[in-house]
T-cell receptor, first 110, second 117 residues
Framework: AQSVTQPDIHITVSEGASLELRCNYS??????LFWYVQSPGQGLQLLLK??????LVQGIKGFEAEFKRSQSSFNLRKPSVHWSDAAEYFC????????FGQGTRLTINP | EAGVAQSPRYKIIEKRQSVAFWCNPISGHATLYWYQQILGQGPKLLIQFQNNGVVDDSQLPKDRFSAERLKGVDSTLKIQPAKLEDSAVYLC???????????????FGPGTRLTVL
């Protein structure tokens, strides 16, 4: 069965610091992987996706993610966070049917 | 390009009442999804439509939830009667469909926040 684990429920980083959000998945075939961001009271916005090819994927807002098949991971990174990055981040796996992790809440210290 | 539209944005009802949510997907998108997101959790798929046919409703509580997508465009999700545990955000998403290059990318609406008292 498909599943996604986001080990960190809440992360706090200082503005300007680097960020890495972890995502581990379980999937029976070649996974389609996604990262979404959700600001308070908003829907989910797609940050980036991996279908195949280059394992380092670039997304919007300066985010990138790396697919590591051997570790079943798809971690999200950003070299320097901005206060506007404070939000909830969701990793998801699947094709037509998406399975989401429980999310990681990101807080930014000024 | 207009995104996925949902209404209402907020709804407060008493338990045992009924409620309906509306979704208008991105123009031309063949596939439409309804998700339930309980506070502190990730979204959970309730039902998936391909045009106006149901592809997957295995996680839809059919004793109280129903959904339809007439003419393969707009969709409504109904709860009747509502329970306290139905308090959640209901998200609608759409994707181009199985024949499109980005068929597996889902685009989400702003959601409807339901509070059941």
């Amino acid at each position: 069965a498909q599943s996604v684990t986001q080990p960190d429920i809440h992360i706090t980083v200082s503005e300007g610091a680097s960020l890495e959000l972890r995502c581990n998945y379980s999937y029976g075939a070649t996974p389609y992987l996604f990262w979404y961001v959700q600001s308070p009271g908003q829907g989910l916005q797609l940050l980036l996706k991996y279908f195949s090819g280059d394992t380092l994927v670039q997304g919007i807002k300066g985010f990138e993610a790396e697919f590591k098949r051997s570790q079943s991971s798809f971690n999200l990174r950003k070299p320097s966070v901005h206060w506007s990055d404070a939000a909830e981040y969701f990793c998801a796996v699947g094709a037509q049917k998406l399975v989401f992790g429980q999310g990681t809440r990101l807080t930014i210290n000024p | 390009e207009a995104g996925v539209a949902q209404s209402p944005r907020y709804k407060i009802i008493e338990k045992r009442q009924s409620v309906a949510f509306w979704c208008n997907p991105i123009s031309g998108h063949a596939t439409l999804y309804w998700y339930q997101q309980i506070l502190g959790q990730g979204p959970k798929l309730l039902i998936q439509f391909q045009n106006n046919g149901v592809v997957d409703d295995s996680q839809l509580p059919k004793d109280r939830f129903s959904a339809e997508r007439l003419k393969g465009v707009d969709s409504t999700l109904k709860i009747q009667p509502a329970k306290l545990e139905d308090s959640a955000v209901y998200l609608c998403a759409s994707s181009p469909g199985p024949l499109a290059a980005s068929s597996y990318t889902q685009y989400f609406g702003p959601g409807t926040r339901l509070t059941v008292l």
